[in-house]
């Protein structure tokens, strides 16, 4: 009997909004925060936030069309966009990427995992390769979480940023670089107050006060979240290593959510990925959620930094609480411009 097919990553595009916020501009210089600070408890310098009138959507169709074309793929058989910051509540933004992308009546849905959204999408989309329901799959993680931020809460505003990755997949072997051999998923609803935004669903419709504006911002208990995220990302890829059986000291790319450059760092030491695996770009890109590891996928390849083959651990934790973790073998993927 044949074996079912691999779904193997072929193609990486990624957008990033033109504007430039650095830790001294606006509107961080009338908080009451430092660029010291900020530096040196997350990591970031610089993020990109889009101007006004720029939507999820309009990164999601630039990352699509730049990882459709580094796979030299002109029809997809599914599109899924994951995002927190979709254009609407409804409908969902996925079809009108697909339609905006020349893709036709492909199906085209949303998927909403917060930061843990672009391994929650590329289990999706190995499954569905896996089942034989698609042979060519365009996963987008696209976010602008500039527009669910208060620029006046200094826990949140200094970290969240834009932008969109995408990758193709496609059905293939287990031997070819860009396999996806594992994932693993999990969620713990029970922590659903660690990152929340309190009015605007079906729970509390309207704020409460109307002049609440930060009940339809994003609130986050940093502290909480960040010890939630090292110890569930660092038990998810243990496990998956342990699955695929990797030693931990054989990983050669890994690519964590880019929540905090302290995260990564303490997740890499205690699931013992050798420094020099780590990949990421939270200095000049912060936290943009779901879209973040396909943005540092993209830059790897266009840097070529890791070879075709390479041992590569992905991993990310969001709000819900949910996390995730793939492995897969280093796409042989042509940089472009
Ligand atoms: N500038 C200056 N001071 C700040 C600040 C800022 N931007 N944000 C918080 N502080 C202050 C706090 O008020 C607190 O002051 P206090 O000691 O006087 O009470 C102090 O700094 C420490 O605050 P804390 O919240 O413990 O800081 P932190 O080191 O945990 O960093 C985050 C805050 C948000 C950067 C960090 O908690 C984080 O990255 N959390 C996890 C995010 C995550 O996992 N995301 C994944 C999915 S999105």
Redesign the pocket.
């Given at each position: 009997m044949a074996l079912p097919p691999v779904a193997v990553l072929t193609g990486v595009g990624s957008c990033l909004p033109e504007r430039v916020v650095r830790n001294t501009d606006e509107p961080?210089a009338r908080?009451?925060?430092?660029d010291e600070?900020?530096r040196s408890?997350?990591g970031i310098e610089s993020r990109r936030w889009v101007e006004e009138g720029t939507s999820t959507g309009d990164l999601a169709v630039r990352a699509g069309a730049a990882a459709l074309r580094s796979a030299a793929a002109e029809s997809v058989d599914l599109v899924v966009v994951c995002t927190t910051t979709p254009d609407h509540h409804s409908p969902a933004t996925a079809p009108w990427v697909a339609a905006r992308l020349g893709l036709g009546p492909v199906p085209a849905f949303d998927l909403a995992a917060?930061?843990s959204g672009f391994t929650y999408a590329l289990a999706a989309g190995r499954a569905w390769i896996t089942a034989g329901m698609a042979r060519t799959v365009l996963l987008i993680g696209a976010e602008t979480l500039s527009t669910i931020t208060d620029p006046d809460d200094?826990?949140?505003?200094?970290?969240?940023a834009d932008g969109a990755g995408a990758v193709v997949l496609r059905a293939g072997e287990a031997d070819e670089p860009g396999a996806v051999l594992a994932t693993r998923l999990g969620s713990d609803g029970t922590q659903v107050d660690l990152?929340v935004i309190a009015a605007g669903g079906s729970r509390r419709p309207v704020p409460e006060r109307p002049d609440e504006r930060g009940e339809r911002c994003l609130r986050?208990r940093?502290?909480q979240?960040?010890s939630?995220?090292v110890r569930r990302m660092t038990e998810v890829s243990r496990g998956l290593l342990e699955g695929v059986g990797w030693p931990a000291g054989d990983v050669e790319a890994f690519i964590g959510?880019q929540?905090?450059q302290?995260?990564l760092d303490k997740v890499a030491e205690l699931v013992g990925v050798p420094a020099a695996a780590c990949l990421g770009n939270i200095r000049t890109v912060g936290?943009t959620?779901s879209a973040s590891i396909p943005l540092v996928m993209d830059e790897a390849v266009r840097d070529k930094a890791v070879p075709a083959g390479a041992r590569t651990l992905l991993t990310a934790?969001?709000?819900g609480a949910v996390w995730g973790a793939a492995a897969l073998t280093w796409p042989d993927i042509p940089p472009t411009i």
């Open positions: 961080f908080l009451d925060t430092s600070w900020i408890r997350t917060a930061c200094r826990g949140t505003a200094v970290v969240f990152a986050m940093g502290p979240m960040f939630h995220a959510h929540a905090n302290r995260i936290n959620s934790f969001g709000g």
